[in-house]
């Protein structure tokens, strides 16, 4: 594809349902990353993947936050029982690999949780 | 990943002055990344510095890397409205992911 995709582009959901987001990385890129930015804030990285190595969780907030990733394609980032403090734009970016260049980010999806 | 310090947090300047954003490591760097995240937008790359002492320009913004391969810089010469936003370093050293700073929100006021 043209870039990194997200999808849905907005959500807003009840507390204590779980949700699930998707990104589509550029065709090729290794490494795939997710990061939660709040309102005026920076962004606070969640989770890398590279290729076929185990993804660096360092960042998931709590057990609640999952991802996965289909080999060098499609990522998703599941919230489970969401809280009103997990309402945020969950950014999505890949790059060919740690070290090798700029990272592609999406257009993010703005999770609102009420 | 790489902690660092990005300095100021926020600047507002008159069309037409400068502006200058920092970023400080306490550690020694592999490279640094310069990004910019316009309001409502998500960060876009600007530029890499991975040599000691470089120097990168882009028209009016000029980016170095320090001697030490500790700090950065971004100055931008003669601001102008479309420079408006929030500039991160992320700084890649030994951890496998970037580390981005906390942000510079810049303001410019016609």
């Known amino acids: 594809g043209a870039g990194v995709s997200q999808s849905p582009s907005n959500k807003v959901t009840e507390k204590g349902k779980d949700v699930e987001l998707r990104c589509d990385p550029i065709?090729?890129?290794?490494?795939l990353y997710w990061y939660r930015q709040r309102l005026g804030q920076g962004l606070e990285f969640l989770i890398y993947f590279q290729g076929n190595s185990a993804p660096d969780k360092s960042g998931l907030p709590s057990d609640r936050f999952s991802a996965e990733r289909t080999g060098e394609s499609v990522s998703t980032l599941t919230i489970q029982r969401t809280q009103q403090e997990d309402s945020a734009v969950y950014l999505c970016?890949?790059?060919f690999g740690q070290g090798r260049g700029e990272q592609y980010f999406g257009p993010g999806t703005r999770l609102t949780v009420t | 990943g790489q902690q660092v310090m990005q300095i100021p947090q926020y600047q507002h300047v008159q069309e037409g002055e400068d502006f200058t954003t920092y970023c400080n490591s306490s550690t020694t760097l592999s490279n640094i990344q310069w990004y910019k995240q316009r309001p409502g937008g998500h960060p876009v790359f600007l530029i890499q510095l991975v040599k000691s002492g470089e120097v990168k320009k882009q028209k009016r913004l000029t980016f170095q890397f320090g001697e030490a391969k500790k700090n950065s810089s971004l100055h931008i010469t003669a601001t102008q409205t479309t420079d408006v936003g929030t500039y991160f370093c992320?700084?890649?050293?030994?951890?496998?992911?970037?580390?981005f700073g906390s942000g510079t929100q810049l303001t410019v006021l016609p």
């Open positions: 970016a890949s790059s």
């Open positions: 065709s090729g890129h290794t490494a």
């Open positions: 992320a700084p890649s050293g030994s951890a496998r992911q970037l580390t």
